[in-house]
């Protein structure tokens, strides 16, 4: 699976134990795990995001800028990516951990892909954490819409519910030991999302919503 993962990515690891660690969880090995290499992948992947769209769009604003990194780099988009180069096959858990829902593996799979971009960091280093980064985001900065990505999730929501004559969407929240449960009703579907933060929760569903939406139209 490792080798997989490394032929998803483009690039093979000189230290293959730096691979290993980033998909092992806390709930499987309290003391060896992958949180440090989130937390350092987290921050070099904001920084690959943030140099590129600086560099494409000059008379851009920081805040636009802003907006622009927060939607590529924001949690649904982490997991997805994640998944799309088999990460979610790879990441041991515990098996309480592993019996979770889909839905509530989002954030786990989001830390597995900013692991991932730590461990490219320490093994190959930053030109080569930048290649992989931009490749595996080479569709969305290439589909990027200067006017639509300005607007966050929610946002965007907020606007299509306004243009049918519908109420601003009212988001139902529930609190529990994993992070914040956010659920939305649209169209008598309830639509339910679990996040770290509130807000996360509010931008997941948001995202669930917009993109049903845009499968309708299609």
Do not use: W
């Not at 490394?6 to 806390?26: M, R, T």
């Not at 180069?85 to 592993?98: M, P, Y």
């Not at 989001?110 to 980064?133: M, W």
């Amino acid at each position: 699976m490792l080798e997989i993962i490394e032929k998803n990515i483009g690039y093979s690891f000189v230290n293959s134990q730096l691979l290993e660690l980033a998909f092992v969880h806390k709930s499987y090995n309290n003391k060896l795990n992958n949180e440090r290499l989130e937390f350092l992948g987290d921050t070099i992947l904001n920084s690959i995001i943030s140099q590129y769209l600086f560099l494409k769009y000059p008379e851009a604003s920081e805040g636009h800028l802003s907006r622009i990194r927060s939607m590529l780099v924001q949690s649904q988009s982490l997991a997805d990516k994640a998944k799309s180069i088999k990460l979610n096959k790879a990441v041991k858990l515990s098996k309480g951990t592993a019996n979770l829902q889909e839905d509530n593996k989002q954030s786990i799979y989001e830390g597995c892909f900013e692991s991932l971009i730590g461990a490219v960091f320490l093994d190959g280093g930053l030109d080569q954490a930048t290649i992989v980064a931009i490749n595996l985001f080479s569709k969305e900065l290439d589909e990027i819409s200067l006017e639509n990505s300005f607007k966050d999730p929610k946002t965007q929501l907020q606007e299509v519910f306004q243009s049918r004559g519908m109420s601003p969407p009212t988001y139902s929240h529930f609190e529990n030991n994993s992070g914040f449960e956010c659920s939305l009703t649209f169209q008598e579907k309830c639509y339910s999302s679990l996040s770290k933060s509130k807000q996360g929760a509010e931008v997941k569903v948001a995202e669930k919503v917009l993109k049903d939406i845009e499968h309708t139209h299609d």
